[in-house]
């Protein structure tokens, strides 16, 4: 059997879609916020490995969650964040519940409808915000708008990668009764261009994903840390550029992801919507800007 350092597809924290731990986030915060993202990178390496069979998969899952846990110390990516959540005094809750995600990844390969979908998201998603949260002691009044954000970016991922996860994993997101409401099927997710029905069925998941971005709306401005909610309202902007792609687009055979002037061009945009929003806020409360 290889072990979870094995299994690793090589990708980091500076290859995923949106920003993770970036240079807006404090450097006390930093730490721990990247030793969650090396747990979490290694087990979603191994729940997409290609060629590992799924009981090796689970295997290997149950064996993370073992050194996090302090049963083992086997894997290096365990034991740092078991060090880190204890500097903090933070629980392993969420990062269990992401390995509860990759083991749904190994057992299932097809959802019911949204709920069923947003229930994924629920163990998938809303975890990694609720943790960055913790770590910054911030209210956990903010979850809901979090997890709004949070599955916005996972149903997001999934649109992206539908083609992709279909014919490597056999792994579809999309909701059966989005794709019978349409009249598509999972087996168009195969084809190099997106037929009429399917490209339907995408657009509207897009349209309802874009509901969920209007639930996040207000989270960045009530965060505490200026820096965390600055990082969230660039996150936000991305969002919300990527489902616009995503409701005109086909992305079996164009590109939805955004290229380095788009994260810079909407990474300015972000840091300008969210300091405005700041600055709203702090004369809202009656507070001149020197007081930030």
């Known amino acids: 059997m290889v072990t979870p350092a094995e ?10 879609n949106f ?7 404090q450097p006390r915060h930093r730490a721990p916020i990247l030793a969650f993202y090396e747990f979490v990178r290694t087990a979603d390496d191994i729940a997409d490995h290609a060629e590992l069979p799924p009981a090796e998969k689970l295997a290997l899952l149950d064996r993370l969650e073992a050194t996090l846990l302090g049963k083992t110390d086997d894997d ?41 979908l947003i229930g994924y998201c629920t163990y998938s998603a809303m975890p990694v915000g609720r943790f960055v949260l913790d770590v910054h002691g911030e209210s956990r009044a903010l979850w809901p708008a979090n997890d709004a954000l949070c599955a916005a970016l996972q149903v ?30 999972p087996e168009m997710l195969g084809a190099d261009r997106a037929p009429p029905a399917l490209l339907v069925c995408i657009h509207a998941l897009a349209h309802r994903t874009d509901s969920l971005l209007h639930e996040s709306w207000p ?29 005109r687009r086909d992305p079996l055979s164009q590109r939805v992801h955004l290229g380095k002037a788009g994260v810079a061009g909407f990474g ?10 700041r600055v709203g ?9 020197q007081d930030a």
């Open 268 to 277: 300015l945009l972000g840091l300008i919507w969210g300091a405005t929003r």
């Open 281 to 289: 806020r702090l004369f809202a409360a009656g507070h001149k800007p």
């Open 7 to 16: 299994a690793r597809s090589g990708k980091g924290h500076r290859d995923e």
């Open 76 to 116: 290096p990516v365990g034991v740092a964040l078991r060090a880190q959540l204890a500097a903090r005094q933070l629980s392993p809750r969420h990062a269990q519940d992401l390995l509860t995600a990759f083991r749904m990844d190994v057992t299932k390969l097809r959802y019911r409808d949204w709920d069923d």
């Open 219 to 247: 989270f960045s401005v009530g965060i505490e840390d200026v820096r965390l909610a600055l990082e969230v309202a660039v996150i936000q902007t991305f969002a919300e550029r990527l489902t616009g792609l995503l409701s």
């Open 156 to 185: 997001i991922n999934h649109l992206q990668d539908c083609g992709k996860d279909y014919r490597n994993l056999d792994r579809v997101y999309i909701p059966l009764d989005a794709f019978a409401a349409t009249g598509a099927t």
């Open 19 to 25: 920003p993770v731990a970036s240079r807006l986030i």
